[in-house]
């Protein structure tokens, strides 16, 4: 049982009254509303006089809860924009034809160290990595293709024809022990597409296309498409040997991690974001130069592909995408506006990746969108914060009788699939028209002694302030079609 002083706490801090939330974690959190800098929390009960600044409550403890570094919550004032690109996601991948898979969001950590690569800054430093009770190694997802592929070769998404092109989605949270910088959490979410089965180019250029219309879906309308081949397992190992020749007698020149990467992971030197690092690279090989045959045959498809589909895109040597697993095409989306943060989407080919996780030799190609550098991005061109509609009824009653015919009439419009609310405070009518307005609602339904009398609702516009009786039967048929 909530006691009438939990309730009375409760509503006087706006936390809302569930009895686990109040007794756990809820009396801290309202310590920390109601004495700012010092917070509180108490094993048993805070009742009301707290707020008043005396304490009968028993061991209390002097403790500070913040979410960790690098995570965000996502407010109810910005869930609006949330749904807004899921939707503009979710609709893009219908129309392309790619389908949900949801993994779990740990994964033996294996998947990861054999799929992404041991010299990897991913795998080296920044996963999330934990024993749990049964001795097993495991980590949080630390990025999305590997365990989409794990997903399709665990599931036989091929369902015997190792050729059928699969064409996945996700929406994932994706957790990396990264410095915490704008727009770059250690839990961020990603929107993926993996298309598996098919090496042909105009696959890459799908994935590509899909991405770009979802930029565009979401007002930003300045992504630009960076492209570059990474090659393949014949050609890769020959443009790995000539950065090495080239960069040996310049490793004086270069970063820290440049040097190590000089020994573990030479392509990482590429797109190394250290100035100096990159005007060394820049006047060395490119591996578009080094392609073999098939891989530049690959290269100028897609290039072919993306010029058929009106897609613009510059070619930029120095994306090679962090993972072991990339081959042939690899691709950025950067938008212009945000500097050094700038990459808001990457992806390419990973051919060899479902083979080498235990599968048969099969051609893949996906791309990961960073969901809160496009919230960022939309923010910085001012395309977020558009105002919401009104929509759906506030119940503004008075009286008892009022207010029990007011919950009974919420619950029918609800079941018809109105945005329905009721006054729990149980305020005047001006404190509650007042709120039906600064919440946007499209219209109050008023109920007092006299509407109860004559069994009528007063429906009133908030827009236009207009306001008309309805007999209290004729109210979901007069609401019917209202999409508001
Ligand atoms: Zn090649
Ligand atoms: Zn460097």
Redesign the pocket.
């Known amino acids: 049982m909530l006691s009438h002083s939990h309730l009375s706490f409760a509503n006087s801090t706006k936390l809302r009254p569930s009895h686990a939330f109040c007794e756990l974690f809820g009396l801290a959190q309202a310590a920390v509303w109601l004495l700012p800098g010092l917070s509180l929390a108490a094993g048993r009960c805070l009742s009301w006089p707290v707020a008043r600044g005396s304490i009968c409550g028993w061991r209390v403890l002097v403790i500070k809860y913040q979410r960790p570094p690098g995570t965000s919550d996502v407010t109810p004032d910005e869930a609006g924009q949330w749904h807004e690109i899921e939707a503009s996601f979710v609709e893009l991948c219908r129309r392309h034809c790619f389908s949900e898979v949801r993994t779990p969001i740990f994964e033996d950590t294996e998947l990861f160290i054999r799929s992404v690569g041991s010299g990897t800054d991913i795998v080296s430093k920044e996963m999330y990595t934990f024993e749990d009770r049964g001795g097993r190694s495991l980590t949080l997802r630390a990025e999305g293709t590997a365990p989409a592929v794990r997903a399709y070769l665990e599931n036989h998404l091929m369902q015997q024809d190792p050729e059928r092109v699969v064409k996945l989605y996700y929406i994932a949270p994706i957790f990396r022990y990264d410095r915490p910088q704008a727009g770059r959490y250690r839990q961020h979410t990603q929107f993926g597409l993996e298309a598996i089965g098919s090496a042909s180019p105009a696959v890459d250029v799908e994935i590509i296309q899909t991405t770009s219309e979802f930029y565009e879906a979401v007002g930003i309308d300045n992504a630009l498409l960076k492209l570059n081949s990474v090659g393949c397992p014949e050609c890769a190992p020959e443009y790995v040997k000539a950065i090495r020749a080239f960069t040996a007698d310049k490793l004086e020149q270069?970063?820290e991690?440049?040097v190590r990467r000089y020994d573990e992971n030479p392509l990482r030197?590429i797109d190394?974001k250290?100035e100096q690092?990159r005007a060394v690279v820049q006047q060395g090989p490119t591996m578009i130069d080094t392609l073999c045959q098939e891989c530049a045959e690959h290269f100028a498809q897609v290039r072919g592909y993306l010029e058929l589909l009106g897609l613009a895109y510059e070619l930029d040597p120095y994306i090679v995408r962090g993972l072991d697993y990339y081959t042939r095409t690899a691709f950025e989306f950067a938008a212009e506006d945000i500097g050094a943060q700038s990459s808001i989407g990457g992806g390419g080919r990973y051919d060899g990746l479902v083979e080498q996780m235990g599968g048969r030799p099969t051609p893949g190609v996906g791309i990961g969108i960073g969901v809160e550098r496009v919230l960022l991005v939309r923010q910085q061109l001012g395309v977020a914060g558009a105002e919401p509609a009104r929509s759906g009824c506030f119940m503004v009653t008075l009286g008892d009788a009022a207010w029990a015919a007011g919950l009974k009439l919420a619950a029918q419009l609800r079941g018809r699939g109105l945005r329905v609310d009721v006054d729990y405070r149980r305020r005047s009518m001006k404190a509650q028209l007042r709120y039906a307005d600064s919440e946007k609602f499209a219209r109050a339904l008023i109920i007092g002694d006299d509407e109860l009398a004559k069994g009528v609702v007063a429906v009133r516009d908030m827009d236009s302030g207009q306001q008309e009786e309805v007999a209290m039967g004729e109210l979901p048929e007069f609401l019917r079609g209202s999409t508001r």
């Open positions: 270069m970063c991690d440049c030197m190394c250290n690092c």
